[in-house]
């Protein structure tokens, strides 16, 4: 199998993994463990897993003027972005989430827009016009009532705060990212993770019973944490260094596929009218927004 198959494979199975875990990390919250505390669990660790890989990458230390990037860094990717997700997924549906979380390339260009006044073509306009019409209608029309999924609106609007805040860590992480080795840059943002989300969660991670915890709740919750959390990072990683920035996006229209396929056969969700039309317009709107513009054939021929 040559390196790029396995690249391929590897976005693959970061994909799955992230469209599974939807219904995975649901069904712990809140009956084993409350969602802040699941991202104290999350955060220590991913943290131990990078600082143990790290050994075996190149020893780096943080340019004191990268101190404060990284420290804004980490409370957008592992501080706000975590909490508000989980938060949002123990509200919410696994469906809903699954299809929510596609609209980070939409909010990535549209901060894209306003931070770093990039251009947005019209194309791109009308993609995340859709997308977020998308998006609106999961929110505003959402009307479930379910025992698991107590405030399904709010639920879904944490859920796409999520993205928003995602989409501002990769682009403040862009030049550190560039910079520093993946082991030594997750390392570090995972530990002052632990830092920002001790506030918000130590009340619930303390009032988690580990001595009794089913094996139910444990495997998910270890999925959670060497599966979405340290490998997929790996997995991307792995397959940006065979395989375009451009190409390995694409996969982010199977992550709802499989979210909605898993969560459905494992009777945690089902779909309905609003879910079908919401997912087709977030999902249109996330290809017309993030397609390249296709060059001219004269332009191609000149450009050789």
């Known amino acids: 199998m040559n390196k790029r198959t396995l690249a391929i494979a590897a976005a693959i199975g970061a994909t799955t993994i992230y469209g599974l875990n939807h219904t995975i990390a649901k069904v712990v919250m809140p009956a084993y463990v409350q ?4 991202i104290i669990l999350r955060v220590l660790g991913a943290a131990l897993l990078f600082w143990l890989v790290s050994f075996f990458g190149p020893k780096e230390k ?18 706000i972005n975590m909490l508000v997700f989980f938060k949002g997924l123990s509200l919410s549906t696994p469906i809903n989430s699954s299809v929510l979380v596609t609209t980070t390339p939409i909010i990535v260009l549209i901060l894209s827009a306003l931070l770093i006044k990039e251009k947005i073509s019209a194309r791109k306009i009308v993609g995340i016009t859709i997308g977020l019409l998308g998006a ?10 379910r025992q698991d999924a107590p ?4 639920g879904n609007f ?5 993205s928003v805040f995602y989409g501002s860590y990769l682009i403040v992480a862009k030049t550190l990212i560039a910079k520093y080795h993946p082991f030594t840059f997750m390392k570090w943002l995972f530990t002052l993770g632990i830092l920002i989300s001790l506030p918000f969660g130590y009340r619930e991670f303390l ?21 979405t959390t340290f490998c997929t990072y790996l997995f991307n990683i792995f397959a940006l260094t065979q395989l375009k920035a451009s190409t390995l996006s694409a996969f982010v229209y199977i992550q709802p596929l499989i979210g909605i396929i898993y969560a459905i056969s494992t009777g945690q969700d089902s779909l309905t009218t609003v879910k079908i039309i919401a997912a087709s317009l977030v999902l249109l709107g996330v290809y017309l ?12 021929t000149l450009n050789r």
């Open 35 to 38: 969602p802040l505390g699941f």
């Open 62 to 79: 943080i340019n004191k003027k990268d101190y404060l990037r990284m420290l804004l860094c980490a409370v957008l990717g592992m501080g």
């Open 136 to 145: 609106l209608g999961l929110i505003l029309f959402s009307t479930e009532i």
């Open 151 to 154: 405030n399904i609106p709010l």
């Open 158 to 162: 944490l859920i796409l705060m999520n």
């Open 207 to 227: 009032e988690i019973d580990f001595t009794n915890l089913p094996f139910e709740a444990i495997w998910r919750i270890a999925f959670v944490i060497v599966g």
């Open 289 to 300: 927004a993030s397609k390249k513009p296709t060059v001219p054939k004269h332009k191609r």
